[in-house]
Nanobody, 122 residues
Framework: QVQLMESGGGSVQAGGSLKLSCAVSGYAVLASCMAWFRQVQGQAREEVARINLGRGSTYYADFVKGRFTISQDNRNYTLYLQMNSLKPEDTAIYFC???????????????WGLGTQVSVSS
């Protein structure tokens, strides 16, 4: 049962924008913390941003600060990642993740989506 489903990936030129969505269903709707990760083939998955769903507090990796914005739509159980000023090095598969624990306690995420490809050309 797929509980997180990403969409919105695609191909853009450098400097462009994309908005990713992550639809939440099933037990994942009980999550307290959600995040976006990305992974380049052959490299480790890295965290991009996370959000505390109750407080709305956010965390961003340094390499996306000022360019990406994580947000939530609690009514529609959807997580977003607005990506602006995209760079070729942002090219990766982007995954959303969720967990019932608070953001300060999460080490291993309970739920993962299947990912959506983002490709940025120079």
């Amino acid at each position: 049962q797929v509980q997180l489903m990403e969409s919105g990936g695609g191909s853009v030129q450098a400097g462009g924008s994309l908005k990713l969505s992550c639809a939440v269903s099933g037990y994942a709707v009980l999550a307290s913390c959600m995040a976006w990760f990305r992974q380049v083939q052959g490299q480790a998955r890295e965290e991009v941003a996370r959000i505390n769903l109750g407080r709305g507090s956010t965390y961003y990796a340094d390499f996306v600060k000022g360019r990406f914005t994580i947000s939530q739509d609690n009514r529609n159980y959807t997580l977003y990642l607005q990506m602006n000023s995209l760079k070729p090095e942002d090219t990766a598969i982007y995954f959303c993740a969720a967990d019932r624990r608070s953001c300060s306690d999460v080490e291993r995420w309970g739920y993962w989506g299947l990912g959506t490809q983002v490709s940025v050309s120079s």
